[in-house]
C-alpha cells in the first residue's frame, strides 16, 4: 500500500507564503500524476492541483498563479508553493497519487494532512 505524508504546514500572515511537502512510499513515483487537495473546516476535500507526470497541470480558479505544484523524482517527493496565502487558505491539505489522471481512484492511503492557518 503506498502512502503519503504531508509536511510544511503552519500559521501565516495574509499574504505570507508557505512551502508544502510530500513524501511518497511509491515505485516508479515518476511515472504517477500527483495532486494536492484542500479542506476547510467543516468541508469536503477539494482538488487544488494536479500535475501529470508528463508536465501538465491543471489549477483551480482560486489558486492559479498563487500556488506552484513540483516534484522531486529522486526524492520521491511532491511541494506545493504557496504565495500571497489568503485567510480562506485556511485548511488542511493532502497530497496523493493517480494513474491516468483518474482521481476517482487515488493510489496512496490518505494521509493526516498539513494544517494551514492564514491569519493575522
Known amino acids: 500500500q503506498v502512502q503519503v505524508v504531508e509536511s510544511g504546514g503552519g500559521l501565516v500572515q495574509p499574504g505570507g507564503s508557505l512551502r508544502l511537502a510530500c513524501v511518497a512510499s511509491?515505485?516508479?513515483?515518476?511515472?504517477?500524476?500527483l495532486g494536492w487537495y484542500y479542506q476547510a473546516p467543516g468541508k469536503q476535500r477539494e482538488l487544488v492541483v494536479v500535475a501529470k507526470y508528463g508536465g501538465d497541470t491543471n489549477y483551480t480558479d482560486s489558486v492559479k498563479g498563487r500556488f506552484t505544484i513540483s516534484r522531486d523524482n529522486a526524492k520521491n517527493t511532491m511541494y506545493l508553493e504557496m504565495s500571497d496565502l489568503k485567510p480562506e487558505d485556511t485548511g488542511t491539505y493532502f497530497c496523493?497519487?493517480?494513474?491516468?489522471?483518474?482521481?476517482?481512484?487515488?493510489?496512496?492511503?490518505w494521509g493526516p494532512g498539513t494544517q494551514v492557518t492564514v491569519s493575522s
Open positions: 496523493n497519487l493517480f494513474v491516468n489522471s483518474d482521481l476517482s481512484r487515488p493510489m496512496a492511503s
Open positions: 511509491a515505485d516508479l513515483f515518476t511515472l504517477y500524476d
